[in-house]
């Protein structure tokens, strides 16, 4: 079993992609890592899936990858996620993911990202408080 990266290991791995990266790519994850807090203080950094900065809040918010002509941000609920600024451009057919590709030049709605991320943590608190209980005991069914 997989140990997950503690969040202080997360963060640095962060700093270190961002620092690796070292072109408009680092510029770019750097910035919406720091929209990404601005939204939600109470965020946390994780670091998954062998090299992937992921953004939680009772759950994953978004993950954060870089390619060779994009920054891609993946919502993993974003297709339940009301975006009326349009920033979903990637991903669009699918049934619960949607994505943000930020292409070199880009210039990113931060107002409405900063919606996106605190409407993707109200999903996942929304989610946490609707989730059945588990029992604590199985009572016995009577003979007939």
């Not at 090299?51 to 339940?80: N, R």
């Not at 451009?89 to 993911?97: C, E, F, I, T, Y």
């Amino acid at each position: 079993m997989k140990k997950a990266v503690a969040t202080e290991s997360a963060s640095a791995l962060i700093d270190q992609r961002i620092q690796d990266l070292g072109d408009w790519r680092g510029k770019t994850l750097a910035k919406v890592r720091a929209l990404i807090h601005a939204a939600d203080p109470e965020v946390v950094e994780e670091w998954k899936w062998m090299g992937t900065p992921v953004w939680s809040h009772d759950g994953i918010i978004c993950t954060g990858e870089s390619y060779k002509a994009a920054v891609k941000l993946t919502f993993i609920k974003g297709a339940a996620l009301n975006d009326p600024s349009g920033l979903f451009n990637s991903s669009l057919d699918g049934n619960v993911r949607r994505a943000i590709d930020i292409h070199e030049g880009d210039k990113l709605n931060e107002a409405a990202f900063k919606a996106l991320i605190r409407a993707a943590v109200a999903l996942n608190l929304e989610s946490k408080s609707n989730k059945p209980k588990a029992s604590r005991a199985k009572r016995k069914q009577p003979a007939k």
